[in-house]
């Protein structure tokens, strides 16, 4: 049997969802509230993200999955202020190192910080990859309208690079700056709002030349990379043919497109999908694709029975589930 390691895979504490319901219970509509409400009190979902347990690995076993990468659901703790967001994560983080480390084989962790305070969510990345053994850390697209490539967020890609940490730009609906078209048929969630506000996030950081002053940043997109790999020769013709009138897009030392193969990567979550995994690889090279399934919000079974039947080389197969995993993650091979 081949190893398959899913890189995308979600949990929630009661100190985040709690506080998200009880604001989607008395708030007017919010995109990422509705969101969040999806895994009400007693719902399938609720459960199934509250486990880092019994239910989650029954799960895994069931499906054939070795490892799972876990991570705090978005919007993480994005929404709430910098105090409670900062003082969250640091519990989220701890809660799920607690079961990493009841589970060593078998889970590995993406790690969660508050962006709204940079300074001690640099602190907090350091702490979560050099003091609990994390294999990366995960943001949820913009915070409150900002993105990372604001001089302000630099501290966080700092410690990123420094600690050698991936970092997973998870998506969440589209900022209050462009959500208003996409609410008129509710387009703002997973149909289409969040691939198109986490691709945004990723090109700011390429256009406004984030990995020439961060050379080693390791980002990693979910859903097939959401959508980038599709537009690479168009980005690349567009960049260099329209240069932006008042000099605010600054000089790059590479094409854009080398970027995104030189510091992303990218995982199948929710697009286990032959023509798009193929596509991938022939884009990105298979390097760069990792497997990923986005439990508990898509079918375990589903999407490795995807995955099983794409019609790849065994080699290129292995890499997806597994190889790509452990070098990117750093998660230790099967003993």
Not at 98 to 126: C, M, N, V, Y
Not at 220 to 249: C, Q, S, T
Request: net charge negative; aromatic share 10%.
């Amino acid at each position: 049997m081949m190893r398959r390691i899913a890189t995308e895979e979600a949990f929630v504490i009661p100190e985040v969802i709690g506080p998200m319901l009880d604001r989607f219970a008395r708030e007017s509509y919010e995109p990422d509230l509705f969101f969040w409400s999806k895994a009400a009190n007693g719902t399938p979902l609720q459960r199934r993200l509250l486990d880092l347990g019994e239910e989650r690995l029954a799960i895994m076993d069931e499906t054939g999955i070795d490892v799972q990468l876990i991570s705090l659901a978005s919007t993480g703790v994005q929404m709430f202020d910098a105090d409670t967001g900062t003082a969250l994560a640091t519990l989220a983080n701890d809660v799920l190192a607690e079961a990493i480390g009841k589970h060593p084989t078998r889970f590995a962790g993406l790690a969660s910080f508050a962006p709204q305070d940079p300074a001690r969510a640099a602190r907090e990345i350091e702490r979560a990859m050099t003091g609990l053994g994390y294999n990366g850390v995960i943001v949820n697209s913009h915070t409150n309208g900002d993105y990372l490539d604001q001089p302000a967020y630099w501290p966080i890609l700092e410690a990123c690079e420094a600690c050698d940490a991936p970092l997973y730009i998870h998506p969440r609906a589209p900022s209050p700056q462009m959500v208003a078209p996409f609410l008129d048929y509710t387009l703002e969630h997973a149909i289409w709002g969040f691939q198109a506000e986490t691709s945004l996030h990723a090109l700011r950081l390429i256009v406004a030349g984030v990995f020439d002053r961060f050379p080693r940043l390791k980002v990693v997109l979910g859903h097939g990379g959401e959508g980038l790999p599709y537009w690479l020769p168009r980005i690349d013709g567009m960049h260099a043919n329209f240069k932006a009138p008042d000099g605010r897009r600054p000089a790059l030392e590479l094409a854009p497109s080398a970027y995104i193969k030189r510091n992303f990567a990218i995982t199948t979550s929710g697009m286990n999908w032959a023509p798009a995994v193929r596509f991938a690889i022939d884009a990105l090279g298979v390097e760069n694709v990792m497997f990923a399934i986005d439990y508990p919000f898509m079918d375990s079974a589903t999407a490795v029975a995807q995955m099983d039947a794409i019609d790849i080389a065994q080699a290129d197969k292995a890499a997806i589930y597994h190889r790509n995993a452990e070098r990117i993650f750093r998660i230790p091979p099967a003993g």
